[in-house]
Nanobody, 122 residues
Framework: QLVLVESGGGLVQPGGSLRLSCTAS????????IGWFRQAPGKEREAVSC??????RTNHADSVKGRFSISRAKNTVYLEMKSLKPEDTGIYYC?????????????????WGQGTQVTVSS
């Protein structure tokens, strides 16, 4: 059974950077797709970025294109976030699925981590 654990959240000023990590265990890394999602208070969970099992395909929400990047190395998937804005604040979750599609869709992911808080504020 795949288990996902996020880390790397925190408080950062607008314009700053953070790198989130999603470490997976319980399955060979090449067979699962990982997506990053976020949920702000009072809002629905939304897709941020996702990456295929090989790492060769990625997709980003329009709101983060050019600022966020996603990569994977062995059993860890990274979300590099730059030029952070207050509207990027929320709980960030990583999740997995076994079929890659674009754009990333919340309902297609079935295993979720516990989330990590990202707060962008001065």
């Amino acid at each position: 059974q795949l288990v996902l654990v996020e880390s790397g959240g925190g408080l950062v000023q607008p314009g700053g950077s953070l790198r989130l990590s999603c470490t997976a265990s319980g399955a060979p890394e090449h067979i699962y797709i990982i997506g990053w999602f976020r949920q702000a208070p009072g809002k629905e969970r939304e897709a941020v970025s996702c990456i295929s099992g090989s790492g060769g395909r990625t997709n980003h929400a329009d709101s983060v294109k050019g600022r966020f990047s996603i990569s994977r190395a062995k059993n860890t998937v990274y979300l590099e976030m730059k030029s952070l804005k207050p509207e990027d604040t929320g709980i960030y979750y990583c999740a997995s699925t076994y079929a890659y599609s674009e754009p990333c869709e919340v309902l297609e992911y079935d295993t979720w981590g516990q989330g990590t808080q990202v707060t962008v504020s001065s």
